[in-house]
Structure formats: C-alpha cells, structure tokens
C-alpha cells in the first residue's frame, strides 16, 4: 500500500506565499516516473496544476506559470510546490498525485489553501 502525505495547507492573504509538500511511503516497488499537483473547487473537475517528471521536466498550468514552482527529491519520494504571489482563485483543495513506470496512480488525502483578505 501506498502513502501519500501532504502538507503545507491552510490561509494566507492575497500576495503572500505558501509551500505545499507530499512524501510517499509505502509499498514503493518501482520508481516514481511522474509527480504533480493538482486542485479543485466545489463543482468543478479537479484540474492540473504542475507536473515533473523523474529527470525534471516540468509543465504548469498557463494560469498558475511565473508564480508556482514545481520540485522534487527522488531520494525522499518528495514532491513540492512552492506558491507565490496568490490569488483568491488559487483558493482550492490542492492535491498531489504520483505515477510509477508502470503506470499505477495514487492520490494524496488533498490540503486545503484559501486566498483571503
């Protein structure tokens, strides 16, 4: 069984920063090829935000690029995002999500991030 644990969550005001973690424990048998981040609000899809692959190559969601920054640590099974510079919109349940090279996905419980004044 896989686990997945996210923190870095919670309220911080428009402009300001906030870091989110997830570390993967578990019944890891084969490498992590993809880590990414994604997030949703009540009543719409769960929507991509970052994703980064084993060797680093990111990709980002046009409305977050130039403010989130997505990272890992292959040896701690890491994935983060570093958050600048939010926006009320960015409020959303923020979710990471791992795929291993063959292709089995596994989700984080989700941690909560509101944008308000």
């Known amino acids: 069984q896989v686990q997945l644990v996210e923190s870095g969550g919670g309220l911080v005001q428009p402009g300001g920063s906030l870091r989110l973690s997830c570390a993967a424990s578990?019944?890891?048998?084969?490498?992590?090829?993809?880590m990414g981040w994604y997030r949703q609000t009540p009543g719409k899809q769960r929507e991509l935000v970052a994703t980064?692959?084993?060797?680093?190559?990111?990709n980002y969601a046009d409305s977050v690029k130039g403010r989130f920054t997505i990272s890992r640590d292959n040896a701690k099974n890491t994935v983060y995002l570093q958050m600048n510079s939010l926006e009320p919109e960015d409020t959303a349940v923020y979710y990471c999500?791992?795929?291993?090279?063959?292709?089995?996905?596994?989700w984080g419980q989700g941690t909560q991030v509101t944008v308000s004044s």
């Open positions: 578990g019944s890891i048998f084969f490498s992590i090829n993809l």
């Open positions: 999500k791992i795929t291993t090279i063959l292709q089995a996905d596994y």
């Open positions: 980064i692959t084993r060797g680093g190559s990111t």
